[in-house]
């Protein structure tokens, strides 16, 4: 996220220095974040279902020794993947249409305003009658929670445009889809990149529930299973790798589009 | 026929605040194709307005208004459109992408657009400049991105809303110079709106003077008979429309401070 | 025994919080609340409900809440981290609950071989499927068995992604109600007996000597209840449940309630503590005569507790 | 949603017209949705677990004569209610400080890009622990699953603020505080109201993992009930129901923000 | 001791398109309380780019910049600025808001504001227009509200972008006016930006002239020694102050012209 420069940055400050205190206060946020964990858990709760750091770090090595923890996290992570990809690609192109065709936009409302309200856990029924028990009823879980966010934030991007800029396109000669090829597709790419960075949380947190579906792997399957044995050091463990897989993946997209968005001035 | 045709017009804007807003109302205008159509009137009178209608950015709330004897549905590629601000410049494109889109979208090859792209960069005196983005460049340079996009992409109609406003003396007077060139190699029609009188009887075949708002009209329309070597401040001739300009103006602004009064 | 709990009445009730899961097993609970068993032993308890009886066992850690009702396995899970989570009543066992459906394909248990069956993996389903493979000496290797939640079971047996599946009540009356040609190839009557306990947390049972007693007696009570009038047990959870009273009343003959502590509650503890060392889900080990608190219910009824030694 | 208007629109429509035919589009939306759900249902899919809209609507005239119905919406109406109002209000406040407060920003950011990804459903034991096994851990959840998005929405919000008119305010005199008051908040609502909407839509599929917390009543815990029973028009009536709400609150939301916050030009 | 002192000031503009862009080299430049001076420069050449390290939006690359002695650490509202272009309006606010909002900030209480914000209203021509939000009125309503705004809030120091570009030459003529009455009762300094050499002979005590960027400086500064009498065109003395500066000027447009090409 770029802050709000309220004074000018001195200019002298070079980009690597900035880069590195950046680095540096990311990981004392952590830093304190584990401390805190850890003193609510052995001081303040005191509770056996919620383990300290320590503890859930240790465990956390024991299962990535014995290679299971990366094969729940490869699993789930391709499972999420494919799930935001797809959302994210639907979310787009109906945000768009929605966003731009008055009348698409009266129809179609009523659909992704009611479904967006339903949850994902009471679909997996559904979604099995339909995907069956395997892969595809599980992404098809993830690609619906992250939809309908992709949806809404890349239709208000349409609607923030700025008036001019659509006019003196239509004033060059621009055909619908050039239209929006040129002009309401980078104008509001800042909008539809902030949709899937929230959606990308969604898609994460589904995979839980997506993985109730008949999953033999995967972080949700592990989560569900260490709830059900009540190994509570697993489930915390499966938690932090949650955390962790979303807190990079999101670096990632972020880097991504530093370096190959950046003429469209994404905000984050 | 006429090319465009403005037959008793009305523009009445709803406002946030509530009462509706009547800006133009019994508008006439006849515009030939190869006329140069300079529009002044006082701040707040209208004339953006008009140009708005023109150019099909919004419906005439009454009247009708033609262009070559149809009613204008809304922007086309016919009529090129020089805005007032910068805001319609494309954040994400250089300058040169910025100019180089109309080409682009009528589906010029990238070398020849870029060819023509360049050479209206030029003919706006930034050729060191493409490459950078709009928000790096100085208010007056994005003014100038602007005319060299709307003349690159070579309409038939050209609508200009203060295009050199932000322009210092100097550069402007070039800027009119080559204005006046291309206008005259291609005689399209130019609607030309401006607050220099001086601008206006350089330029124009017609002039235009609005009245205050609000339901604005032309005031008068005068035809500016000018040999091109009387085209200059020093000349008698130019400073006799000068001056029936002016005096229209005035009046105006006089009647527009008593009615804020 | 009444006239002392209606005296004890008078004062402030003793204010309990208990949780279980939706479904007629739990009954004990249900009728209790529904009865007002509880509160004519001056006991002011909040029944609160979750996704499953198992599910709630675990917030007997830390005295969450101060009794469940749910199956074997979750307890002994609960007790390795916590070995204050202890059984004090054995109050269900279910004879004909837990089946093996066939599709149409299916005709019989033989036919099943070589096709693919639903367990809900870690769940009394498994339990039963690897009891069942015992007994009836068939080979594990001749199955290809999917992990497959219960609810799912139906529509995937629908689809045709499973050919059987093994789950309890009420999922086989309702595949075979809804699955064209679906019916029991097998159930856990003569090869498992399945239980449900009764626990709470020991700390709180200490320290609150007069209240758990009166709990234990309320829950003996409503057993009793259940056995004498069955009918009217029936309409009492089917509104605590505010399910209709036809499918309570079709699931709850299936289910003996009888309040005790015998060898045969020690005997399901240890296969639950067997099959969860077998899947190494069990954190550190734990004895079956550890997990149970017999006193209360020796107070309450002596004649039920038979634990052998 | 305001449509980009392409071409302008004739003047002459009246606003009360345009309302009306509105209506009727989002009418012929809806009535789309359902015919398209019978013909799926009986044409398409013909399972027993997908029951034709006909016999969920019987049913749901069922549970709302008996009185049920209502209870559970009314009950689960008043936790999302709490649970979004409060996590709205936090993540407004913290996505500012985000957005406005750099070094505040770099400390913080590893919670809320950390905490995001963590499902609902894996802190139900936490919420317990934390909050008892009453009420307020089920807001707790709900106000969880919407805090982060308004704090994104919020703090992009912030760092979108056009250059300018922060200047001017300092220019003008603004204090820290009142910056915020004259300048970013009201800059930021159009963002703000938008992740709000989104952040809604999660407060409502929450509270299915809320009710799975012990609780005794709410459209979560009728949708529970109803799949260990497998009564499956039920579990549609609670699935219909969320959605209707959820349309309701969400246009609710959407008039009041066109009502009281027109001025700050929302983008819907 | 100056108010105002520029020092070997440099500002160097990191670009996106990677090479960095010089504006400003070696700027010196000291303005004393109480005077009005007019930065003349062609387009481009970094008139914006002083105005807001004054204005304390920048930081000069190298060299010092202080007022009344201090280093500018930032904008304060010592320093009121008139923005070239109208994106520092508040949109939710307005215009009679937005001109009161300085007055609000400084506490003063709402009769009194409002009192003040339709004095600045009136005195800029709109006194029927407070009711209307920025998008509903014109380019060049939008640019006197930000007059106003600036002037309502009594600044020590006032930075002005072009602030009567956008205005027809009666209302113009108006405000200038108007603003040299203000600066003359409260003598405070004014820096304003504008492109009309005109304007500048009016208004100023003393006029600077920037060379044509990249690297640019002060090329030359003219104080402006006019009676009020003599500040109009008829004036023979006007007239020459007006010819050395256009001559200064024009000198750089065609050095620019040559850059460019
Ligand atoms: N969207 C709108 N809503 C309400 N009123 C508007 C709107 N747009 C313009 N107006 C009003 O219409 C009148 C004419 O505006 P217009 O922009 O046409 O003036 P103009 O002649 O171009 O002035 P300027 O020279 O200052 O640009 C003004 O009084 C303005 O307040
Ligand atoms: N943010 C920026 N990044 C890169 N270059 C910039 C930036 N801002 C300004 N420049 C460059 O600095 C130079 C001076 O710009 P400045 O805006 O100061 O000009 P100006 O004198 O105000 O011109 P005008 O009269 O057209 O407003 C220009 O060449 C411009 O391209
Ligand atoms: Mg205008
Ligand atoms: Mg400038």
New interface residues.
């Given amino acids: ?11 002298a400050v070079s980009a690597w220095r900035s880069t590195l205190t ?1 680095a540096a ?2 990981l ?3 830093a ?2 584990f401390v805190l964990w850890h003193l609510a858990s052995v001081y303040l ?1 005191g ?4 383990p300290p750091p320590l503890r859930v770090l240790a465990r956390g090595i024991e299962l990535a020794r014995d290679g299971s923890l990366l094969d729940n996290v490869s699993v789930s992570l391709g499972r999420i993947l494919a799930g935001f990809a797809i959302g994210s690609a639907c979310g787009v192109v109906i945000g768009f249409v ?6 698409a ?7 992704t ?10 679909l ?3 979604a ?3 995907f ?3 892969e595809s009823s599980k992404i098809f879980l993830i690609a619906y ?1 992250t939809v ?2 992709v949806i ?2 890349t ?2 991007g ?19 889809p ?2 929006f090829v ?3 597709l ?2 509001a ?2 909008y539809v990149l ?1 949709g899937m ?2 959606a ?3 898609s ?6 997506a993985e ?5 792997d995967g972080l949700g399957k592990m ?1 569900w ?1 260490a ?6 050091d697993d ?1 915390f463990v ?2 932090i790798c ?6 990079s993946a ?1 670096r990632l997209f972020r880097w991504a589009i530093l370096r190959f968005a ?4 994404p ?2 | 026929m006429s090319l465009v045709a403005f037959r008793d017009v009305e523009k009445t804007y709803a406002s946030r605040s509530g009462r509706p807003y009547t800006a133009i109302r019994g508008f006439d205008l006849d515009l030939a194709a190869g006329e140069f159509f300079c529009l002044l009137g006082t701040s707040g009178c209208g004339k953006t307005t008009v140009l708005n209608m023109l150019a099909g950015f919004e419906h005439p709330s009454g009247g009708t208004m033609t262009v070559r004897g149809r009613p204008v549905r809304g922007p086309g590629r016919d009529r090129g459109v020089v805005f007032q601000g910068n805001d319609s410049l494309y954040d994400w494109l250089t300058a040169l992408e910025n100019i180089a889109l109309g080409p682009r979208l009528s589906g010029l090859p990238a070398a020849e657009r870029r060819e023509r792209a360049n050479h209206y960069l030029s003919l706006v005196g930034l050729a060191q400049q493409g490459g950078k983005y709009p928000s790096e460049l100085s208010g007056g340079m994005q003014q100038r991105i602007q005319i060299a996009r709307a003349l690159a992409n070579d309409p038939d109609i050209l609508l200009m809303d203060e295009p050199f406003g932000a322009l210092d003396a100097q550069t402007r007077t070039t800027l009119q110079a080559e204005l006046l060139r291309i206008w005259q190699a291609t005689r399209n029609c130019v609607l030309f709106i401006t607050h220099d009188i001086d601008e206006a009887v350089t330029l124009a075949t017609r002039i235009g003077v609005m009245r205050a708002g609000p339901a604005s009209t032309l005031k008068a329309v005068i035809d500016v008979d000018l040999a091109p070597e009387d085209r200059v401040r020093t000349s008698e001739r130019f400073m006799a429309v000068y001056r029936r300009v002016h005096a229209l103006l005035s009046d105006e602004v006089t009647l527009a401070a008593l009615q804020a009064h | 025994l009444l006239a002392a709990g209606a005296a004890r009445a008078q004062q402030a009730p003793a204010k309990m919080t208990i949780a279980t899961g939706v479904d007629p097993s739990f009954a004990p609970f249900y009728v209790a609340k529904e009865a007002g068993i509880f509160s004519r032993n001056g006991l002011d308890v909040q029944v609160n409900t979750g996704p499953s009886g198992s599910a709630m066992v675990a917030f007997l850690i830390g005295n969450q809440i101060n009794a469940a009702y749910g199956a074997e396995q979750a307890g002994v899970s609960a007790h390795a981290v916590d070995d204050n989570v202890v059984v004090v009543a054995d109050g269900t066992e279910l004879k004909r609950w837990i089946s093996i459906v066939g599709s149409a394909a299916v005709p019989d248990l033989a036919a099943l071989k070589g096709k693919t069956i639903g367990i809900a993996r870690g769940t009394g389903s498994e339990t039963f499927w690897l009891a069942a493979i015992k007994a009836k000496g068939l080979d594990p290797a001749d199955y290809r068995v999917v992990n497959v939640e219960a609810p799912e079971m139906v529509a995937a047996l629908e689809r045709g992604n499973i050919d059987a599946f093994a789950v309890w009540e009420p999922w086989p009356t309702r595949a075979i109600g809804a699955v064209k040609g679906a019916k029991v190839l097998l159930t856990n009557e003569g090869i498992i007996n399945v239980r449900n306990f009764v626990y709470m947390n020991r700390g709180w049972a200490t320290k609150n000597p007069d209240a758990s007693r009166r709990f234990v007696t309320s829950l003996v009570e409503a057993a009793d209840r259940i056995k004498a009038d069955p009918g009217a047990s029936v309409a009492m959870v089917a509104k605590f449940l505010k399910q209709p009273p036809a499918l309570v009343g079709e699931l709850m003959p299936k289910v003996d309630y009888t309040m005790n502590l015998s060898g045969g509650t020690l005997a399901n503890i240890a296969v639950a503590i067997d099959h969860l060392k077998g899947a190494g889900k069990l954190t550190k080990p734990v004895q079956p005569a550890e997990m149970i608190m017999p006193e209360l219910m020796r107070e309450v009824r002596p004649a039920a507790v038979a634990l052998g030694n």
């Fill in positions: 996220m770029a802050t709000l420069a309220l004074r000018a940055a001195p200019a950046g206060a990311t004392a946020g952590f304190s974040l709760v509770s056996a279902l919620f929605l966003g731009a065709v008055a009348p936009r009266r129809v179609l409302e009523p659909y305003e009611f479904l967006r309200f339903i949850p994902a856990t009471a997996i029924t559904v099995v009658i339909w069956g028990i395997g929670t309908f966010i809404i934030n239709a208000a349409v609607a923030s445009i700025n008036r001019n800029k659509v006019r003196a396109a239509l004033c060059l000669g621009a055909t619908r050039q239209l040129h002009v309401l980078p104008a790419t800042p902030t960075r929230i990308m949380a969604n994460f947190t589904t995979i839980v529930a109730l579906v008949a999953a033999n989560l299973d709830r059900l044995f009540m190994l509570v489930i499966a938690l949650l955390g962790f897989l979303g807190f999101d950046r003429r469209f001035s905000v984050m």
